[in-house]
């Protein structure tokens, strides 16, 4: 069996991962009690992000002292976290500097994406998001306390493709979660108040992080997507919603529905009727069921191109709508897209950003990008991979 990871955490490194306005990265100096753990994450911070550093380029990074770097270096290196790697080639006169690396193999991480329709799916990956091993089940309609049970099922058989120590799990699930893992409600899934996390952590004996699928793919697009500070990523499937990072801090709401914007409305007139019991929703016009009946319509059409483009720009359009007002108000650069690419990436995506141009300030510096996920189709795998990053090295 392989060795339990919780040792791993530093007691004071729960002062990372997800919480209410935290920064997933660490940044500069903290209160001495904490100083050992947010340390410890930011020389693995730094290291992640440069692949290949020294000692001596960690401490000129970091601000931290050679001799705290070294120490720090010692411990990670002990908790196969961190290894050598040779010496830099040219280096000056003088010892030449070992050259140190995360070492992204030594342990594994397991993502599980519940957002999918009919089917759980999951992944394990290494520190580097390296998907190494996938697994799914399919739901043939279980909800409930089932549905749970086949989360577990999932999980089971992940841990078993894998023979390195694995650091935790991360879960992105449709619906509303709140910081302790608890799905208040998912009604595709039949889910209201369900203790994932808990469930989780106590079938599999691992820390367990759970989040709404929509925010952990913020977080893959912020580590492996090339997204920095500000992202916000709309998810359009089933249903809609947007997973929002601003200034490197995950955005949760009062309520921890933030970025459910598939019920504003922005009909106008004679707008469809929404399974909320309002007309208009955003949800009305961009949802993947939606679009497909408005496309498959058009498909019988004369100038049938036409039609279908027609139906993916008016789509486009009322994204554009009820984004502009969040985008003016955050200054948001780059929205990016994840959902089926043949339905967003083109006319939909060209008038969502006309649109948005045209009702923000964006019109006058013009630096506003709608474009597609890096990787869509493992983009809430990848993204609960992070939500264990962070929570056990505080590394995003
Ligand atoms: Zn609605």
Known sequence: MSSTPRNLQHPAVAGTGLARG????????????YARAH?????????????????????????????????????????????????????????????????????????????????????????????LQTAELPLDGRRG???????VELLDILRECTDRPVLGVGVGSPGVVDLAGIVLSAPNLGWRDVPLQQVLEYSSGLPVQV?????????????????????????????VGAGLLIDGVPLFGSRFAAGEIGHVV??????????????GCLETWMSVPRLRARLAAAADAADSAAARAAVLRDAGKHL?????????????????????????????????????????????????????????????????????????????
């Not at 935290?22 to 001495?32: D, E, I, M, N």
């Not at 306390?145 to 086949?150: D, I, M, S, Y």
């Not at 989040?211 to 893959?220: C, E, I, Q, R, Y």
């Not at 922005?266 to 007309?279: F, L, M, P, Q």
């Open 211 to 239: 989040a709404n699928d929509a925010n952990t793919a913020a977080l893959a697009e912020h580590t492996f997507g090339g997204a920095f500070g500000d992202v916000m990523v709309v998810r359009v499937g089933h249903g």
């Open 39 to 131: 340390n410890r994450a930011l020389v693995l911070q730094t290291l992640y992000d440069a692949k290949l550093l020294s000692r001596a380029d960690l401490a000129r990074e970091t601000g931290l002292t050679r001799v705290t770097v070294s120490d720090l270096i010692a411990e990670l290196i002990a908790d196969g976290l961190v290894v050598e790697r040779g010496q830099r080639e040219g280096a000056r006169p003088g010892k030449p500097a070992v050259m140190l690396e995360i070492d992204a193999d030594a342990h594994h991480v397991i993502g599980l994406d519940l957002s999918e329709p009919g089917r759980f799916r999951g992944a394990v990956l290494d520190l580097r998001g390296t998907i």
């Open 22 to 33: 935290r920064a997933l990265r660490p940044r500069g100096k903290v209160l001495p009690e």
């Open 266 to 279: 922005v009909g106008e007139g004679d707008a469809d009727a929404c399974a909320c019991g309002k007309h």
């Open 320 to 396: 554009g709508m009820a984004l502009a007002p969040v985008v003016g108000a955050l200054n948001l650069a780059e929205i990016v897209l994840s959902g089926p690419a043949d339905l967003l990436d083109g006319p939909l995506t060209e008038t969502a950003v006309d649109t948005l141009r045209a009702r923000t300030m964006a019109e006058f510096h013009g630096d506003l990008a709608v474009r597609m996920a890096a990787n869509p189709d493992d983009i809430v795998v990848l993204g609960a991979g992070v939500l264990v990053l962070a929570a056990q090295l505080g590394v995003s």
């Open 145 to 151: 306390e089932q549905a749970v049970a086949t989360v």
